[in-house]
């Protein structure tokens, strides 16, 4: 069989590139540290550009035998893209360039300040709120990197009732991920908090790029909608929408039992109940990053259940999901999608999809079309009609 000849530069780039690959997992582990260290946040309370002294001079518990190892940090994390890099004064290089260089926030590093009022992407005012930190230290959490290392072994196993489910399970004694979160605290609060974060981003999105989703409908359920983020932002936005939030009996008993819980907040209404079960009636039921958790099975049955509550009481209302359809014109945008389906892989019975899977559970649900707008990232709103 002929080859293909491959140049000595060739072959050089593509070690580089492999090593990339390789121990590109140090990329994530080294954003890790940024977040845990407050990076982001010192760098934007020094009005978004900050030197190596600056940033050293707030972190005053860092042991003076490790202050050097942080030039070596920011240049990882600046080369990656995560912060921008510039020198202040001519250097000769070395310490002296380390020294000399400002570290800037961009459209990325700011996701991750905890108190950016001028981000304009929170909330339906556009002001600020939670940043995506809590999003990349669950993603970077031993439960997560421990399950991804068995992927190998969990693709390999036997089909027996014994067999682990996922390589999650696998990794942690057959136990889901839902399930330590429910025993472990820490656990618990560290997903609501990126579950919150994300929400909270989206959700000014949302009413932001899709007022005419919401045009001529009087009522919404969120789905699986936590703690009413979205649903109190659409509320806000739409004020004609009545809006309300189904999710389990301990979800829902959790939110009115918070410290943090405004009881004189009415904008939504909390229902407790299953959605397997049934599914409050609404011209619109919103299904946010719910799907991608189950299997197509699953997925058809709660769509059924959606399209039971969109025609009843002579509605004739539309499921507004938010999640993934893989196939985005670009690059980034689509190796975010598939890394995300493996990430779904790794931890639940669910899968980023595709639009063929899109349309087979739709019309398997009973549905008869449905309308794709991919202004959302990584994510899609697609409206779908009985």
Same mark, same amino acid.
């Given at each position: 069989?002929?080859?293909?000849?491959?140049?000595?530069?060739?072959?050089?780039?593509?070690?580089?590139?492999?090593?990339?690959?390789?121990?590109? !997992?140090?990329?994530?582990?080294? #954003?890790?540290?940024?977040?845990?260290?407050?990076?982001?946040?010192?760098?934007?309370?020094?009005?978004?550009?900050?030197?190596?002294?600056?940033?050293?001079?707030?972190?005053?518990? #860092? +042991?003076?035998?490790?202050?050097?190892?942080?030039?070596?940090?920011?240049?990882?994390?600046? $080369?990656?893209?995560?912060?921008?890099?510039?020198?202040?004064? +001519?250097?000769?290089?070395?310490?002296?360039?380390?020294?000399?260089?400002?570290?800037?926030?961009?459209?990325?590093?700011? &996701? #991750?300040?905890?108190?950016?009022?001028?981000?304009?992407?929170?909330?339906?005012?556009?002001?600020?709120?939670?940043?995506?930190?809590?999003?990349?230290?669950?993603?970077?959490?031993? #439960?997560?990197?421990?399950?991804?290392?068995?992927?190998?072994?969990?693709?390999?196993?036997?089909?027996?009732?014994?067999?682990?489910?996922?390589?999650?399970?696998?990794?942690?004694?057959?136990?889901?991920?839902?399930?330590?979160?429910?025993? =472990?605290?820490?656990?618990?609060?560290?997903?609501?908090?990126?579950?919150?974060?994300?929400?909270?981003?989206?959700?000014?999105?949302?009413?932001? *790029?899709?007022?005419?989703?919401?045009?001529?409908?009087?009522?919404?359920?969120?789905?699986?909608?936590?703690?009413?983020?979205?649903?109190?932002?659409?509320?806000?936005?739409?004020?004609?929408?009545?809006?309300?939030?189904?999710?389990?009996?301990?979800? $829902?008993?959790?939110?009115?039992?918070?410290?943090?819980?405004? =009881?004189?907040?009415?904008?939504?209404?909390?229902?407790?109940?299953?959605?397997?079960?049934?599914? +409050?009636?609404? =011209?619109?039921?919103?299904?946010? !990053?719910?799907?991608?958790?189950?299997?197509?099975?699953?997925?058809?049955?709660?769509?059924?259940?959606?399209?039971?509550?969109?025609?009843?009481?002579?509605?004739?209302?539309?499921?507004? $999901?938010?999640?993934?359809?893989?196939?985005?014109?670009?690059?980034?945008?689509? *190796?975010?999608?598939?890394?995300?389906?493996?990430?779904?892989?790794?931890?639940?019975?669910?899968? *980023?999809?595709?639009?063929?899977?899109?349309?087979?559970?739709?019309?398997?649900?009973?549905?008869?079309?449905?309308?794709?707008?991919?202004? &959302?990232?990584?994510?899609?709103?697609?409206?779908? !009609?009985?």
């Amino acid at each position: 069989m002929p080859t293909m000849a491959t140049s000595s530069a060739e072959i050089m780039q593509a070690e580089a590139e492999l090593c990339c690959h390789t121990i590109g !997992y140090l990329k994530s582990t080294a #954003l890790h540290t940024a977040v845990k260290l407050g990076i982001p946040n010192i760098i934007h309370r020094h009005g978004g550009a900050a030197s190596l002294s600056d940033l050293l001079a707030a972190l005053p518990l #860092l +042991p003076p035998s490790k202050r050097p190892y942080l030039s070596r940090l920011m240049k990882v994390l600046a $080369v990656a893209g995560i912060f921008t890099a510039e020198e202040d004064a +001519p250097a000769t290089g070395g310490e002296a360039a380390a020294a000399a260089c400002v570290y800037r926030l961009n459209p990325m590093s700011r &996701l #991750l300040v905890d108190d950016d009022d001028d981000i304009g992407i929170h909330g339906s005012g556009g002001g600020g709120g939670r940043s995506l930190s809590p999003c990349v230290l669950v993603s970077t959490t031993p #439960l997560y990197l421990l399950a991804s290392l068995k992927f190998h072994q969990w693709l390999l196993s036997g089909e027996s009732a014994a067999a682990a489910a996922t390589p999650f399970a696998m990794a942690h004694g057959g136990d889901t991920f839902y399930g330590v979160a429910g025993r =472990d605290e820490g656990v618990n609060e560290m997903f609501n908090e990126a579950m919150g974060a994300s929400s909270q981003l989206l959700s000014g999105l949302v009413v932001r *790029e899709c007022g005419g989703v919401f045009a001529g409908v009087t009522s919404l359920v969120d789905v699986g909608g936590g703690d009413g983020t979205m649903a109190r932002a659409i509320a806000e936005g739409f004020p004609h929408v009545k809006c309300s939030v189904l999710d389990l009996p301990q979800v $829902v008993d959790g939110i009115s039992s918070s410290p943090a819980r405004d =009881d004189s907040d009415t904008t939504v209404e909390f229902v407790a109940g299953d959605m397997m079960e049934f599914i +409050p009636p609404a =011209d619109i039921v919103l299904l946010k !990053y719910v799907l991608h958790n189950w299997s197509d099975e699953d997925c058809v049955k709660i769509l059924k259940r959606c399209r039971e509550a969109i025609t009843k009481e002579g509605r004739i209302g539309k499921v507004v $999901v938010i999640d993934t359809v893989i196939g985005s014109p670009s690059q980034k945008i689509l *190796e975010a999608q598939v890394l995300m389906d493996m990430c779904m892989m790794m931890l639940l019975d669910g899968k *980023e999809r595709e639009e063929q899977n899109w349309h087979r559970i739709f019309m398997e649900a009973g549905f008869s079309h449905y309308k794709i707008q991919p202004i &959302l990232g990584m994510r899609s709103v697609i409206e779908v !009609y009985p």
